[in-house]
């Protein structure tokens, strides 16, 4: 949390800056293009308090959101075309769509060791509730989560070279210690 505080004005404008600059790319008269854009304010907050925790490492985010996407993609596509229209029951729909939700997030988290919240709970929110409606998003995704990593990660290695050498960089990609 020292980072945070040590320059906190420069370092919420920069998460302005940033978020800003991939919200005007999304849809947001959508809701879940406004969970979206929240999800990556979240994730840029959290690699500004948090730079240096395994769930805010490259890998870690990165992963996250890629796999949260391809999973929720999946699901989206077996709910919108085969399941939604099966179930009149909105509670047993609701509860089915928490289910696919947990089983991916203990996948995510048990199997492939990435977890970083927001990024699996905008995109199982998002994917499932739209399904394929949205195809563009399935590219910018990726590319604005790359955009937000490269910049706010950039940033912390230069504002704070005592605390994270460019040396350390390649341990962002690695598994945490077990």
Partial sequence: MKAMYKHR????????????????????????????????????LGLMIAPGAFTNSIRSVFLSYIFAMCISVVFGFIFSYYIDEYFTNQNLLFFTKFLVMLSATLLLFGYFDVYHPPSIGAMLTYFIDDGFSDVGLIIFVPVSVIFLLASIKSYIYLRHPDEFKWSDFPKEFKRPPS
């Fill in 9 to 44: 004005w420069a370092e919420l404008l920069v998460i302005a800056l940033v978020i800003s600059v991939i919200s005007l790319l999304i849809e947001i008269e959508n809701h879940a293009g406004i969970v979206l854009v929240t999800s990556l304010a979240s994730t840029a």
